[in-house]
């Protein structure tokens, strides 16, 4: 029996963020200009459509470096590396394009300058998860990684240790701003950035999602299950009680999910293509009639600029915003 109609309401921001849309632009620009195949060191965002489009382009992705080939155009993924890898490629004299997105290279930076200053450096974020593990190798000293409150008050550091924190840049905005105030409950001598190594991209999609979900009945998110930005969307939804679920793609979306849906919330995460969510809507559209309204919401306009050997331009394509 064919469903009632249903409208779809997409979320404003939603999709590539800037970061995302410059390491796949290094990726397609690199196999222009020094041709196939371009080696990537790790998936170059978390999204399985991006990866097998730039596969199919030229682009051969390693989990490390002794899977390159000596000489070959060698590229660093979104997530940002160790400084070892860096190293390892220096020492092999690879040639090196670094599509680390420059906030969290920002990151980095402030992880190397709070250690320098002789603090103790705690990582806000996801053990395991790439730019964590980037992050953690660009300091030479320990770091204490915490993603709970529970984790800050399992820390075995004395009160005044002069510690500093960063935060893995795709976390959820609202459990951080819980662990940083255990963390300045816990410390006398706390330094941190506060909310703002959340990037732009990941508080404006978690901003729009809580506003979608005033007034849909189901939450469809776009993305890969493993792409930490994309996920926290998800739990948003459930948090404010709209049955929420992430997809990869068209092919995951279950049909029973939405049956008796009359609004139906769609978005997706900052490195899930809008390809990808025109062909959800396409799925939906074959269950019965769909209308397709879009939230108003923030306009982006970030773009960060390309390496120096692949602008076309001197000032393309428009600087770091
Ligand atoms: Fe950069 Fe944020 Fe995009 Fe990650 S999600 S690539 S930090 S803009």
Redesign the pocket.
């Known amino acids: 029996m064919r469903r009632q109609s249903m409208r779809v309401v997409l979320a404003q921001p939603r999709g590539f963020?800037?970061?995302?849309v410059?390491?796949i632009d290094i990726v397609e620009r690199s196999i222009e200009k020094f041709g196939a195949p371009v080696y990537v060191r790790h998936e170059i965002?978390h999204n399985r459509t991006v990866v097998t489009d730039l596969e199919r382009k030229g682009a051969r992705f390693v989990d490390e470096l002794d899977q390159i080939p000596d000489g070959a155009v060698t590229i660093f993924s979104?997530?940002g590396v160790p400084r070892a890898v860096v190293d390892g490629a220096r020492a092999r004299g690879l040639p090196v394009l670094d599509a680390t997105?420059?906030?969290?290279s920002k990151v980095h930076s402030q992880s190397r300058r709070y250690v320098a200053q002789g603090r103790t450096l705690i990582l806000i974020g996801h053990a395991g998860h790439p730019?964590v593990e980037g992050t953690l190798g660009q300091v030479d000293a320990p770091v204490r990684v915490v993603s709970t409150v529970a984790d800050v008050e399992a820390l075995d550091l004395h009160r005044d240790t002069p510690v500093a924190y960063v935060t893995q840049?795709?976390l959820s905005v609202d459990e951080t701003r819980g662990v940083i105030a255990s963390l300045k409950a816990r410390f006398d001598d706390l330094a941190g950035p506060n909310l703002s190594d959340i990037?732009?991209?990941?508080q404006f999609r978690q901003q729009a999602v809580r506003v979608l979900c005033e007034s849909v009945e189901v939450l469809l998110v776009v993305g890969a299950a493993n792409s930490s930005?994309s996920n926290r969307l998800r739990e948003i939804g459930v948090e404010l009680g709209v049955p929420s679920y992430l997809i990869a793609d068209a092919t995951a979306l279950d049909p029973a999910w939405v049956r008796d849906a009359k609004v139906v919330g769609l978005t997706a995460g900052?490195?899930a293509p809008e390809a990808v969510v025109l062909q959800v809507i396409d799925a939906l559209r074959r269950l019965g009639e769909v209308e397709v309204t879009q939230m108003d919401g923030i306009e982006e306009t970030?773009s960060?600029r390309l390496p120096p050997e692949l602008r076309q331009t001197e000032d393309e394509p428009g600087g770091v915003a």
């Open positions: 963020c800037a970061g995302v410059r390491a965002v979104a997530h997105c420059p906030l969290v730019e840049t795709t990037c732009y991209a990941t930005n900052a490195s970030v960060f």
